[in-house]
């Protein structure tokens, strides 16, 4: 059988397994020009929770009674369409379910094939290698473009995204500080992944800790999270700095939008640009292969917190919300 989760309601604050109906249906057999696709793995986003709201947004948000949207991988089980052979390895949107109909009728994006052989860990191509480390990628090269010495900050720095963005600032020459929520999502970016220094936010005094970080004020703000930490980076942002606007994760449970004073970006000519990876999807490739050989050299390294079992898929959602993964969130179907 096809399990799926077909949005319910539109949740209000967190996820719950109620906001979804779990229906069961028969395995799809391919029609011509279609193939069927066994889903491996499922990557849990903090994009889920926008697209299952009808706030304006980037992309449609999923339909009541839609399966909800979401990135995988997965294996091809069946197939009449010439771009996918039996056994494939593919990654897209294939959607909170067990299997996936590519070249369906109102397909958003054919899912693409992973070249055979890789040798690179499935989850790694989902994180560091995937989605996240490309955003991280694109995000921090194109737009925050540090240079050498600068000072680089990050928010929900120990997550998917954060976590490739301060090793490529360390790359390329940055002195980078991290900001994260407890002691133990601190230690590790400092002591693994090899930040220059970590705020944790969690703590009463994280404010003089961003102010102790960061002596020479900052010159890029990768922005993950909005909010107060955004606004305490924001004042201590220097002339001409800039801001790659990646994700605002604190505010995705709330309904009402937030409102923030924009005179810093005036008085400092902060140049603030917000961006969607897909923006960048004409160079994944490019940014794969460079993240992948960075990987393979040991200058980035990649962690996933992997949970078992689609069915855990609603619940799992809300560990991105409270801070409970270290990189990236997937669920191994
Ligand atoms: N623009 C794009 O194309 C694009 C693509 C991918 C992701 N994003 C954005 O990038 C950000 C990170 O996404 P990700 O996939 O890498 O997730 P992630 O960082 O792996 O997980 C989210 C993390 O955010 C932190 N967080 C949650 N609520 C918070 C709050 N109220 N205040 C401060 N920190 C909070 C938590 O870490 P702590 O334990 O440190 O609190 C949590 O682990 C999100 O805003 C997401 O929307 C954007």
Redesign the pocket.
Known sequence: MNRQFRLKRRPVGRVTREDFDLVEAPVPEPAEGQAVIRNLYLSL???NRIWMSDQPQYMPPVAIGEVMRGGGIGRVVASRNPAYREGDLVNGILGWQDYYVAGAPGEMFAPSVIPDGLPIPLPTLMGACGM?GL?AYFGLTEIGQPKPGETVVV??A?????SVVGQVAKILGARVVGI???AA?CAFITGELGFDAAVD?KAPDWREQLKAATPNGIDVNFE??G?E?MEAVVARMNLYSRMPL?????TYNDAQRPRYDLSPFLMKRIRLQG???LDFKDRYIEGSMQLAQWLMEGKLKARETVVEGLDKAPEALNM??D?S?IG??IVKI
């Open positions: 986003d903090p994009t996240t955003t928010s929900a120990a997550g998917a995204v954060g994260a929520g407890g999502k936010y993950n999270v909010g930490i990646c994700g605002m994760i604190s961006f969607i990876i991105l919300f801070g993964n990236k969130l």
